[in-house]
């Protein structure tokens, strides 16, 4: 995989988290899970932020940015606050490894920026109630 296809591919990731991320705010309260609440909005604002800088980086490289799908596969439905955080987790873990394979994939301030984005997201896992990990994004390196 290039550096073009690594971004399509997170472009892609990013386009599915900010759906879902979407769902999970639908499904979550401000009123009896403020903070919750608080923390879903802050990331999918992070994620929309995260989608236009894509775009940005292909249009630099004369590449056609991947859309969106219509529509993603929803979990099953996030009935309590406790399946609203393990949906975020999940996100946020995709959206590491997705961001494990661009730093692999790039050099210069393409690969600072997906350090910076898998550093992001590895931390709002464990603000969501996740474990830290040796290697995040990449487990198959903490064997």
């Known amino acids: 995989m290039n550096a073009t296809e690594s971004l399509q591919s997170t472009l892609a990731a990013e386009h599915a988290a900010i759906f879902l991320y979407g769902d999970a705010g639908a499904h979550s309260s401000q009123s009896s899970e403020p903070a919750l609440f608080s923390t879903i909005a802050s990331l999918y604002r992070t ?10 980086l292909l249009a630099d490289r004369g590449a056609t940015p991947v859309a969106a799908q219509p529509a993603y596969d929803l979990p099953a439905p996030l009935a309590t606050p406790a399946a609203v955080r393990a949906q975020a987790q999940r996100i946020e873990r995709r959206c590491a490894e997705v961001y494990a394979a661009l730093v692999a994939h790039t050099d ?5 920026w997906a350090i910076s984005a898998l550093s992001e997201a590895a931390q709002a896992r464990i603000l969501l109630g996740g474990r830290a990990e040796t290697f995040p994004g990449a487990p198959e390196l903490s064997s």
């Open 108 to 112: 210069g301030t393409d690969r600072a």
């Open 47 to 56: 994620h929309r932020a995260r989608r236009d800088q894509l775009h940005l």
